[in-house]
């Protein structure tokens, strides 16, 4: 049975409009997106803006989520920093904190070799949390291949990847070549990868729609492509903005759409322009519609 199964919500961060952490609203979000049969929930990744707060404010964060989750669902923490030391430091916090698991990059400031990626993760792995190894090589400079992972899953602990590529037949090469857990890594290959063997999705929109974003992956997992596929047309057109580099200003948006308002980005990310907003309620509607 697979460790990290099913629906992950890569939960955003609430800000107040004075870009301060709301922590209560952190909490019934975490709340209702259980109640809405999510199946994990991901703090502290690039959906969650980890890299804006103050350490003070991730730690408490990841504890506010694990609080909210109270036992009911699994929580995974996010684990990346400028230096794997850092990362150590927040696996370690993870794990007092009371995670399962945790999503961790590879070193994020430059191109690292091969041996140094396998340092990093082996460092991680020390502390004894099971990881999540994390594949972006849009956002990052490291490409986390196949033959890659293939070593990397020899590093006890690491258990699972998820897989950003956007390419499908990464997952399929994945499966052949390790014995790792595939989480779809992008919402716009939700469909695709249950399909294929994949056991696990880090998701985003289903921040905001999140009764649609399991149903679709268990339709998926059935086999049932007829009706999944009915589902994912509808949903298409807002999970493409998971693979956008505004993807936390168009998902929070999302969540204002569906009457559970999270406050704004905080800076860098600042407000987009009002066209892109008219384009996300227009997907989000035919998204909705079938409430």
């Not at 955003?12 to 922590?23: G, I």
């Not at 595939?182 to 905001?208: H, R, S």
């Amino acid at each position: 049975m697979a460790r990290f199964e099913g629906v992950y919500v890569a939960i955003v961060t609430p800000f107040t409009k004075d870009f301060e952490v709301d922590y209560k609203r952190l909490h019934e979000l975490a709340e209702w997106l259980i109640s809405q049969g999510v199946h994990g929930l991901v703090p502290a990744g690039s959906l969650g803006e980890y890299a804006s707060l103050t350490a003070e404010e991730r730690a408490k964060v990841v504890e506010t989520v694990i609080k909210a989750a109270a036992g009911k669902v699994p929580v995974a923490v996010g684990s990346g920093a400028p230096s794997t030391q850092q990362a150590v430091g927040w696996v370690r916090h993870a794990k007092e904190a009371g995670a399962v698991g945790v999503m961790a990059l590879p070193p994020i400031n430059y191109k690292p070799l091969e041996h140094e990626i396998i340092a990093h993760y082996e460092a991680l792995a020390s502390v004894g949390l099971p990881i999540i190894v994390y594949n972006n090589p849009h956002d990052y400079k490291t490409d986390l291949t196949p033959d890659l992972l293939a070593k990397l899953a020899k590093i006890d602990n690491v258990v699972a990847v998820k897989e950003f590529s956007g390419d499908v037949r990464r997952m399929h090469e994945i499966l052949e070549k390790t014995d790792l857990e595939v989480m779809v890594g992008v919402d716009n290959l939700a469909v695709e990868g249950p399909l294929v063997g994949v056991t696990g999705w880090i998701a985003g929109v289903p921040n905001a729609l999140p009764k649609e974003g399991v149903e679709l992956f268990n339709l998926a997992r059935a086999g049932k492509v007829a009706e999944a596929m009915a589902l994912y047309r509808r949903m298409l057109p807002l999970y493409r903005y998971d693979a956008s580099p505004q993807l936390v200003q168009a998902i929070k948006y999302m969540l204002e759409l569906a009457g559970f308002p999270v406050g704004p980005t905080r800076p860098p990310r600042l407000p987009l322009p009002q066209a892109d907003y008219a384009a996300i309620r227009e997907a989000f509607q035919a998204a909705a519609g079938g409430r």
